[in-house]
């Protein structure tokens, strides 16, 4: 063998084992945040890394601990149509991801179908891990999964991955219905 070829197959496997494997529920590209450091967009400190005011059960508080993990992992990751990375996320990809890197369950892929998963749930009875969903166009659906009862984690088209608060005038305007699969 030759000292190029034996230095070529050295590189390779060096490459090939570092680059492309990378774990969901791993973060390549950022440290991991305490939950203390949790900030949302608007400056404050989003319910879910606060208290757990919604219940006292074990379920809800492992529920939350894990939209906890979702968000540390994935907060700030773009929305990119079609995607399903740190590269980038939809908001159906990435309700995909949290609930089988997180709660071990399939769900489909796009949002239509995961629409039709579960029961259906009244807005007053929403609770920690329902899906909530949006009807932002058309024929267009936006979805994301409530960290409590007033704020949602999910795949934002303009600012990526985040939580929001269900009473912002925008989605209360754009909300559609919510279905529980926890």
Not at 15 to 44: E, M, N
Not at 47 to 64: P, Y
Request: hydrophobic residues 35%; charged residues 25%; glycine residues 8%.
């Amino acid at each position: 063998m030759t000292v190029r070829y034996i230095l070529f197959l050295a590189v390779f496997i060096i490459v090939s084992q570092g680059c492309g494997v990378v774990k969901r529920g791993t973060i390549p590209w950022k440290q991991k945040q305490a939950s203390s450091d949790l900030k949302d967009d608007s400056g404050t400190e989003p319910a879910v890394a606060a208290s757990l005011s919604n219940g006292s059960s074990a379920e809800v508080k492992d529920i939350k601990k894990s939209l906890e993990r979702a968000y540390n992992d994935w907060k700030g990751v773009p929305y990119v149509l079609g995607s399903k990375g740190y590269s980038g996320v939809d908001c159906s990809s990435f309700m995909q991801i949290v609930f089988e890197d997180y709660f071990y369950m399939d769900l489909p892929r796009n949002t239509r179908e995961q629409f039709k998963v579960g029961s259906k749930v009244n807005k007053r009875d929403i609770h920690t891990g329902d899906l909530v969903f949006f009807k932002t166009g058309a024929k267009t659906l936006h979805v994301g999964v409530m960290v409590n009862e007033v704020e949602f984690l999910h795949a934002s088209t303009s600012t990526g991955v985040r939580i929001s608060n269900l009473q912002n005038n925008y989605w209360k305007k754009v909300y559609y219905t919510a279905r529980r699969i926890l």
